[in-house]
């Protein structure tokens, strides 16, 4: 008889709301929880569905939740009923998750709207510095998947800074409020903690905004910023009229302001309050610039021991209830006072996978270039004059032949200044000779803001990257495709995409400690490279066990009959036995079909 109880829940769910809405109060979202017997003792779909009609509430004013276990053995039938909801507009939460052993796997084919992490990982926060990096990796996964998070059990403030930290978009706890009557729920307001709905958009971008991903300075378009730092300090102001407050710094900003800018940040909730903005300072002259527009500005500020400070800032959101604005920032380099040029440090900051960069004065045509000294340093290499002329002339020799001409013709100052104007940004690829060959390189021109009088043109080697294009572009065409390579790369030592048609391979990703083994990165016939590896790194003892359970038919029939091939075995790694998985999946796109195969530690 559950089914009518949880029915009967949501009954009492839409009588609150519309007892609500009689007393022109904002409809408040609420999630309801479903167990498994729901869905076979009725069509609870279809029940759900015709009372929220008939209550008049907008489908995504309710949410539903299931645990793992609820989708049990008939994955097929679940799966679809979830589909329905998301058909009919309602969102699908999976509830604890990662209380059970089963959530990555039902994560790989099951589309959830949130992730609700189990009160025990807040309960055991406390318990080891493993517990916080599983929790925030977890956080991280959930990020690429696109899922939404919050998580329950939240009773103290050092959790919810932590958790603000690592991109939890939603908190639940008794820090909040326990279990309240829906009487005294109604006398509370916006100014008391209520959210308004207006703002739950905004808010919502804010919390899943990434404090280690520098997409968030250009959209997610601009390679020149991408994924430079993992740790920088970074952080979230929110500002109105002459007040401003943070919403959310990570660590690595605190020790910024402590260290750097003399703030004494022992006291966490300083970080937090709000301070009246300074009219004279050069920051809180950039901050009001980016209210005002929405591209990155990239600036100097000077710390309290004369250091010089690059920053980077960029407007990512209004608030529509209050005005307020959201400036996300970032600190890149820090360096000393008084050193002959500070964008050395931009320099290597920015672009130490950068063969050349250049700073140019607009005005003169002077530069200075910086080219790489190895994989990790930018070193300065010369001065010069006449910048744009000095590129046309080395271009006849530099650039491969057959795309001087494009070079030429587009590779102008005025070219140049009239993309910059206009979108903010100049690129252009084409080819350079590398000891004789033609690889592919990638101009980026970006403005130095305020100093509209200088340029930075960063010039990168993209050869691996346009040689993959074909493969890559096909991966990127099917969004199942990618949802299957973000949930193998989840904890696997490396992943191959092949060719079935003719066992053509390439290793996509691999883990460091799978490197050191030397296997093959890319060939001709993945079936047998495969066996010859397992002999060269597999555990001796089960070398007879893979040999007779791994080949191309047997692979084939099973994805034929399962949809997936999975063979487990052990390796040495690192001198130790490893358990793992070789697993082997087919994706398909418009054209084609392809397949990931990637090796699982167990």
Not at 462 to 480: A, P
Request: aromatic share 10%.
């Amino acid at each position: 008889l559950i089914y009518k109880l949880d029915l009967y829940v949501l009954d009492r769910v839409l009588e609150m709301m519309d007892e609500s809405r009689r007393r022109g109060k904002d409809i408040i979202p609420h999630s309801i929880n479903l167990s498994r017997s729901d869905f076979d003792a009725c069509d609870i779909v279809e029940e759900i569905r015709k009372r929220v009609d008939k209550a008049g509430v907008s489908h995504d004013r309710i949410s539903v939740e299931i645990t793992e276990s609820v989708i049990g053995s008939d994955f097929d039938f679940i799966k679809s009923q979830i589909e329905r909801f998301h058909d009919l507009g309602f969102s699908v939460w999976m509830d604890d998750f990662g209380s059970g052993y089963s959530s990555f796997d039902v994560l790989q084919s099951v589309s959830f709207d949130l992730l609700k992490f189990d009160m025990s990982f807040m309960q055991n926060l406390d318990k080891g510095d493993h517990r916080r990096d599983v929790i925030t990796e977890l956080m991280r996964l959930a990020s690429k998947l696109g899922v939404d998070t919050i998580c329950e059990g939240v009773e103290t403030i050092e959790q919810v800074r932590f958790l603000q930290e690592i991109g939890c978009a939603k908190l639940q706890g008794y820090y909040f409020y326990k279990p309240t009557p829906l009487s005294n729920i109604l006398e509370i307001g916006s100014r008391d903690g209520l959210e308004d709905p207006a703002e739950a958009e905004y808010y919502g971008m804010i919390g899943q905004t990434k404090l280690y991903d520098f997409s968030i300075f250009n959209g997610g378009n601009n390679d020149f910023l991408r994924n430079v730092f993992d740790t920088t300090p970074m952080g979230i102001i929110e500002i109105k009229e002459d007040m401003a407050q943070y919403l959310r710094v990570n660590q690595a900003y605190r020790e910024f302001l402590s260290r750097v800018m003399g703030i004494d940040v022992s006291d966490r909730e300083r970080v937090f309050s709000k301070f009246k903005m300074e009219k004279v300072t050069r920051f809180w002259e950039i901050l009001r610039k980016c209210c005002e527009i929405k591209e990155a500005l990239l600036f100097e500020d000077e710390g309290a021991d004369g250091s010089t400070i690059h920053v980077i800032a960029r407007n990512i959101g209004r608030n529509p209830g209050t005005g307020a604005q959201a400036v996300a920032i970032a600190v890149l380099t820090i360096t000393n006072e008084g050193r002959e040029t500070s964008y050395a440090d931009i320099a290597r900051a920015l672009a130490s996978d950068y063969r050349n960069i250049y700073y140019v004065d607009l005005k003169t045509e002077e530069f200075i270039e910086y080219s790489a000294s190895s994989a990790e340093e930018i070193a300065e290499e010369r001065h010069g004059g006449v910048f744009f002329s000095g590129m046309r002339v080395a271009a006849m020799s530099q650039i491969y032949e057959a795309d001087r001409e494009l070079f030429l013709t587009h590779f102008t100052k005025e070219n140049v200044m009239k993309e910059l104007d206009g979108q903010g940004t100049f690129t252009m690829t084409y080819r350079e000779l590398d000891e004789g060959k033609p690889v592919f390189v990638n101009m980026r021109v970006t403005r130095m803001y305020p100093d509209d009088d200088h340029i930075i043109i960063g010039v990168r080697a993209i050869d691996s990257h346009v040689k993959q294009k074909e493969i890559i572009d096909r991966i990127k065409k099917s969004q199942d495709t990618l949802a299957s390579v973000m949930a193998l790369t989840n904890g696997y030592l490396v992943l191959y995409m092949v060719d079935p048609k003719n066992d053509h391979y390439i290793e996509y990703a691999a883990a460091k400690e799978y490197e050191a083994l030397g296997c093959s990165k890319m060939g001709e016939n993945f079936f047998n490279q495969v066996i010859i590896d397992e002999k060269r790194a597999g555990w001796e003892g089960d070398h007879e066990f893979f040999s007779a359970r791994f080949s191309k038919q047997q692979v084939m029939d099973e994805i034929k009959s399962k949809g997936i091939y999975k063979l487990s075995y052990s390796i040495v790694l690192e001198g130790k036995r490893k358990p793992i998985s070789l697993v082997i999946v087919p994706v398909r796109d418009e054209e084609d079909e392809i397949l990931l195969a990637g090796l699982r530690e167990e």
